[in-house]
């Protein structure tokens, strides 16, 4: 069940158009998390979790609600500070760096709770997007989202749960991470909306490796090619062979 | 050229309508003066707390700053308002930028409970420790001293009027502009959700110290004005008591608007003015007032008068397509 990642060989390459940077799937360690062990004050949350994610990948962890997958994310953010344990992000420990730095670095976390700035216009949420990574190619980000081009001046506060769901995922791309976490994208989305988001991540998944927190194990089947799965603080089972992912047999590790 | 009138207009019917006033009440000149003032310093702690979420209760404290800075230079030291003006300037980026990283790392009631032990600490420091210098609850006079400023002699009152403007025309095409901003915008956001901001790649201790810092140069340069226009400052302008001001005619106005702190204070010195000709306790006037808002107008004046407008607007619309 385990895996073992091989030597890096280097994937980052230009597209035809110069504009994007498509990246394929490789053995080039893009995170590393080593026995991390994570504690809200007394209560010890993650046991020595550890995981690698390839430069290319889609990686989804799912477990059950209190497993410490958002825990494991935030840690990884640089949100929470672990107790041990260490995280590389290409190669770089960024275990002690605050979160806005390991932002910059090129590490986005998209949280769970869908919070966009109510206040603001769509407009305004990409504006700060861009004005944190000085990353103003908007129409690259857009070309994901278009509904988004259609409600520019709409305040946050108005946009439906899968337009949040967008704009969150549109503003986090610029900048053009290497690679974005995301906290439960789907949670909470219509159907409809989730085929829309599933063209997303793979649109996305060809610019940014993506590690994902998902429950719905269908849409888990279709876009992952490997999956971790966590129990009360710990992984479980890692599956990579696309075979047993497709037929959901990470499941009996819930 | 469109762009930069969309931050001129505004801010220049603001001025004319002030200009107008005057000579429409020729005997509330000095009233106009005091609403300007009081205008600016009421943006300044709409920085904080209108755009930031960050209520402090020793605003007095920063036009204290200034009010002294400029006051002590004009009694002790020198003649010349612009340079006691500069000197103001200084001292609030001074004190924005050193108790700027204390003080913005408290959250909640602690900053503005920090902020009233500043301003208690202030007062005590300009009544009794550098009295040598203040002369405590005497005041310091000085307007005998100020030497005549070239083009506007701003010892004279209906030329300080027109200074008063100009800085307030200033003043509102940079606060139009902070409020367009990705500046503004930032201030906005570390408000609603100041994780989600760390987690765009923003140090949100710097917009934060920034914010800061300009509510302290904007609050001293209120104090500054205050204390060229009078001539005088004593300790009364530094009082921990008058923070609430700050904070209702914020309220009154519309918190986080460009042109709330200007309506607000209209409302609140407007009322005071209104009130105190009747009766001597203003104050429960403006207590009714500020909990009728509180309650109905969440977006006080400014607020309400934007909805009435976007009402009004939205109906002639739908008039002119049933017309059609």
Redesign the interface.
Same mark, same amino acid.
């Given at each position: 069940m385990t895996r073992k990642s091989g030597a890096a060989t280097g994937s980052l390459k230009p597209s035809e158009n110069g504009k994007h940077v498509m990246i394929e799937k490789s053995n080039e360690r893009i995170l590393e998390v080593k026995e991390l062990s994570v504690s809200y004050k007394t209560l010890h949350v993650l046991f020595d979790v550890s995981l690698e994610i390839q430069t290319g990948e889609v990686v989804v962890v799912v477990g059950r609600n209190g497993a410490g997958k958002t825990t494991l994310f935030r840690t990884v953010a640089g949100f929470l500070k672990q107790d041990s344990g260490t995280i590389l992000f290409k190669g770089e420990d960024i275990g002690h760096l605050p979160s806005y730095e390991v932002a910059l670095k090129g590490l986005k976390y998209i949280q769970q709770d869908k919070h966009v700035f109510a206040d603001l216009t769509v407009r305004e949420n990409l504006e700060l997007g861009s004005y944190a990574t000085k990353d103003y190619d908007w129409d690259r980000v857009l070309e994901h989202f278009p509904k988004l081009k259609t409600l520019m001046d709409r305040k946050g506060g108005n946009l439906s749960g899968g337009e949040r769901q967008m704009l969150l995922m549109a503003q986090s791309l610029l900048g053009k991470p290497e690679l974005v976490l995301m906290d439960e994208p789907t949670e909470g989305l219509a159907p409809h909306v989730i085929e829309d988001l599933k063209g997303a991540f793979k649109k996305i998944s060809e610019q940014s490796t993506l590690v994902i927190i998902e429950q719905n194990l269908p849409l888990t089947a279709e876009v992952a090619h490997r999956v971790y799965a966590m129990k009360e603080g710990k992984i479980v089972a890692e599956v990579a062979d696309k075979k047993e992912i497709q037929d959901l047999a990470f499941e009996k590790y819930l | 050229m469109d762009k930069l009138s969309r931050y001129l207009r505004g801010p220049l019917t603001l001025v004319v309508l002030i200009v107008i006033a005057r000579y429409f009440f020729p005997n509330k000149m000095t009233f106009l003066v005091e609403i300007t003032t009081f205008s600016i310093y009421i943006i300044a702690n709409d920085i904080l707390y209108g755009y930031m979420g960050m209520v402090s209760f020793g605003q007095p404290f920063y036009l204290g700053v200034g009010a002294y800075a400029s006051a002590i230079y004009l009694a002790h030291i020198g003649n010349n308002i612009l340079v006691a003006i500069a000197l103001a300037l200084l001292m609030g980026l001074i004190a924005g930028l050193i108790l700027g990283p204390a003080f913005i790392r408290l959250r909640g009631d602690y900053f503005a409970l920090i902020n009233a032990a500043t301003c208690a600490m202030g007062l005590f420091l300009v009544e009794k420790i550098l009295y040598p210098i203040t002369r405590g609850d005497d005041g310091l006079w000085y307007r005998s001293r100020m030497h005549a400023t070239p083009l506007l002699d701003l010892r004279k009152p209906d030329q300080f009027f027109w200074f008063a403007m100009i800085v307030l025309f200033v003043v509102m095409i940079w606060y139009t502009w902070l409020d367009r901003s $990705?500046m503004g915008?930032?201030f906005? $956001?570390i408000k609603?959700?100041e994780?989600?901001?760390?987690?765009?790649?923003?140090?949100?201790f710097k917009i934060r110290w920034t914010g800061y810092t300009l509510m302290c140069i904007l609050a001293a340069l209120a104090g500054s004005m205050y204390a060229i226009n009078y001539g005088f400052v004593n300790p009364s302008i530094t009082e921990p008591a008058r923070a609430a001001e700050v904070l209702v005619a914020t309220l009154l106005g519309g918190a986080g608007s460009v042109y709330g702190p200007f309506f607000g204070t209209f409302a609140f010195l407007g009322l005071k003015d209104l009130v105190s000709t009747f009766v001597s306790r203003w104050e429960l006037a403006v207590g009714v007032l500020t909990i009728i808002v509180c309650f109905k107008f969440s977006g006080g004046v400014w607020g309400t008068i934007q909805t009435m407008g976007a009402k009004i607007r939205s109906r002639g619309k739908a008039s002119a397509q049933s017309a059609t």
């Open positions: - | $990705a915008a930032s906005r $956001a609603v959700n994780n989600k901001m760390k987690f765009l790649g923003y140090d949100t």
